[in-house]
């Protein structure tokens, strides 16, 4: 992929992110959110030279506070698949490529979602960890001849 096409994948990448974080920006009352900044910038790393991006939202509520605010955390979650989801469509629709969404948002060092797959995992984590400490995190088994899917 040349240079230009890579950034524009960032770019894409990163408007994901901003669409769905301008609506938590409205959306989330009782936190005081702002797009405080985003930037493409160059990463020169161990395996490769690579282009990165971010869109900062402040103030950062932590993982704690996130997972017992239901709008935050919906649209954080949302916000940090969308990146990938923008970023596939453009490889898709615009580069005539064939690549699926988990081919970014995965936790391979290749993956330009890698940090927002592990963000959303953490989140998760933090989420099963409030629901345990509230005894509310229960496994559910069906009956072996019982499906979901009917």
């Not at 927002?116 to 229960?138: A, C, V």
Request: glycine fraction near 8%; hydrophobic fraction near 40%; include cysteine.
């Amino acid at each position: 992929m040349s240079v230009l096409n890579d950034i524009k994948r960032i770019v894409w990448h990163e408007f994901g992110h901003l669409c769905v974080n301008s609506i938590m920006v409205k959306s989330v009352k009782d936190i005081d959110l702002n797009i405080a900044r985003l930037t493409i910038h160059y990463l020169n790393m161990v395996d490769g030279a690579k282009w990165g991006g971010c869109v900062q939202v402040l103030p950062d509520p932590g993982y704690e506070r996130a997972v017992k605010n239901l709008n935050y955390f919906s649209l954080k979650s949302i916000s940090l698949f969308s990146g990938c989801l923008f970023e596939t469509l453009y490889l898709n629709v615009i580069q005539g490529l064939d690549k699926g969404i988990f081919d970014c948002f995965c936790n391979k060092s290749n993956c330009t979602g890698i940090g927002d797959f592990y963000t959303y995992n953490s989140l998760i984590s933090e989420l099963l960890k409030q629901k345990d400490r509230e005894g509310g995190s229960k496994v559910v088994r069906l009956p072996k001849k019982q499906s979901v899917l009917n």
